[in-house]
């Protein structure tokens, strides 16, 4: 028997080992986090004498649903309507809630539907960010059996960053009950699928995102583009389902259509054709009503800086200017153009670089959108991802540090418009500004065909 010493084993990857006791205690610190948030949202929703919380307006929709009443005509106890198609309100019959001095047989408290929704909010948070972060880690990496393992310090920072990045757009819609945890994970779906080369199932995860809020139809551009028919024809499957056969399967037909007409009258015509409708113009269409994010909302609070500085938004009086609308589509024209070369008119070649194409395209649409709030932002957690994976070198675990100011900066812009004294920085868009700033980044990178080989090296 040999009595030299065995070599030590080879020290594992930096980016593959385990994270470390600091990186461990930080991971269940925000978990922990993330469930205590949980109670303060309880709180807000069922506890105060009114109810701090976006998500009565869904319910009282699916009680309007479940009952015969209108489902456009309905509003929560502050007097807001629910603004999108049918089969949100008819998916959520379980949890629905009836307006006060009706019957609540068969219904759960409202406490429990904010806990039930707040829970699989956060069950939409890391389906959308692992089922994007597998995707591209099995394209990018499967091919040098270099998939980081479950756990790792890489597979916690693809999945965790992105998040961090846009924390506080995310906090925004947990705290209001918002759908956009869910259009985040069918966004997300939909964006695997395209790495993936399934492309009729990526048309059905955007069908479905388009049946709870029309505009994730501008994705369709990416399809366009690509020349992708069978991802047309996957959305065009799917919208004849969600949006034509369900409800008429459940209302009947000609209820399905009337519906429809009211949904076009009191929203679509007014936001998009300048309707007469003014039905919803204090709870979401008038420029001084909200506190959206839009082009054509960032132009006209500029544009009247003395008074979005000066006073609350209920006490502005100046309307909106007549160029304004125009100059915001021109915008959103714009970034359009300058996101299609950059992506390429042939046929997809990186999984990052689609990844980044589709991400670039879902900030635009946000901005693009008449009413933008601010946890719409949640949806540009996509591309924090790709950049964040475009940001590493070598076998880092952490993009580097110029990259690192820029997460750090984009993620600022979204958290200091939300304190107390700072409400002005809301209005000015500095939201929107961080947002573009990352778009501009995700277009300069594409525009310069990377085609990384593997996570660790990009």
């Known amino acids: ?52 919380t976006d998500l009565d307006v869904y319910l009282r929709a699916a009680w309007a649903v479940r009952t015969g009443h209108d489902l456009y005509s309905i509003a929560d106890d502050r007097g807001w309507h629910y603004h999108y198609p049918p089969l949100f309100a008819i998916a959520l019959i379980p949890l629905a809630d009836a307006p006060r001095g009706q019957s609540r047989a068969g219904m759960m408290p409202f406490g429990a539907a904010v806990a039930v929704w707040y829970l699989l909010n956060l069950a939409l948070l890391g389906f959308a960010v692992n089922t994007l972060a597998s995707a591209l ?8 059996d270099g998939i980081p393992p479950p756990g790792c310090r890489a597979w916690w920072m693809l999945r965790l960053l992105p998040i961090l990045i846009f924390i506080a757009p995310i906090g925004v819609a947990l705290e209001r009950g918002q ?18 080369g399934r492309s ?30 069978r991802l047309i024809a996957g959305c065009g499957l799917g919208l004849i389902v969600g949006l034509i056969m369900i409800p008429a399967a459940y209302f009947g037909p000609a209820r399905a259509v009337a519906y429809a007409r009211e949904w076009n009258h009191v929203l679509i015509e007014p936001a998009l054709l300048g309707g007469s409708d ?26 009247n800086l003395s008074e979005t500085v000066s006073l609350p938004r ?35 070649k990186s999984a990052l670089g689609e990844e980044l194409f589709l991400s670039c395209l879902a900030v635009i649409m946000l901005l693009s959108s008449p009413v933008s709030h601010l946890h719409y932002f949640t949806l540009a ?64 990178v594409l525009a310069r065909s990377v085609h990384p080989q593997t996570l660790i090296d990009v």
């Open 1 to 52: 028997m040999s009595s030299r010493t065995q070599p030590a084993p080879p020290e594992p990857d930096a980016a593959f080992a385990r994270p470390t006791r600091a990186e461990r205690l930080a991971i269940a610190s925000f978990i922990l986090i993330a469930l205590a948030y949980g109670a303060v949202v309880e709180m807000r929703s069922a506890w105060l004498g009114v109810r701090m």
């Open 137 to 144: 880690e099995r394209r990018l990496c499967g091919h040098t």
């Open 179 to 196: 759908a956009d945890l869910l259009l985040l994970a069918l966004l997300c779906a939909m964006v695997a699928a395209v790495i993936a």
């Open 200 to 229: 009729l199932i990526a048309g059905l995860w955007l069908s479905a995102a388009i049946c709870i809020k029309l505009f994730p139809a501008y994705l369709l551009i990416y399809a366009l583009w690509r020349r992708d028919f």
């Open 278 to 303: 003014r039905s919803r113009a204090g709870e979401l269409l008038d420029i001084n009503g909200t506190d959206s994010q839009s082009f054509v909302a960032l132009l006209h609070r500029w544009y």
């Open 314 to 348: 209920r006490l502005r009086s100046r309307p909106l200017e007549r160029w304004a609308t125009p100059a915001h589509w021109a915008i959103a024209a714009l970034l359009t153009v300058l996101t299609l070369p950059a992506a390429r008119w042939d046929r997809r």
């Open 381 to 444: 957690v996509p591309l924090a991802m790709g950049l964040v994976v475009a940001g590493r070198s070598g076998a880092a675990v952490y993009p580097r540090r110029n990259w690192s100011w820029l997460f750090a900066a984009v993620s600022l812009s979204g958290m200091l418009p939300l304190l107390p004294g700072l409400e002005a920085l809301r209005d000015l868009g500095l939201a929107a500004i961080g947002a573009l700033a990352l778009c501009g980044t995700g277009i300069i």
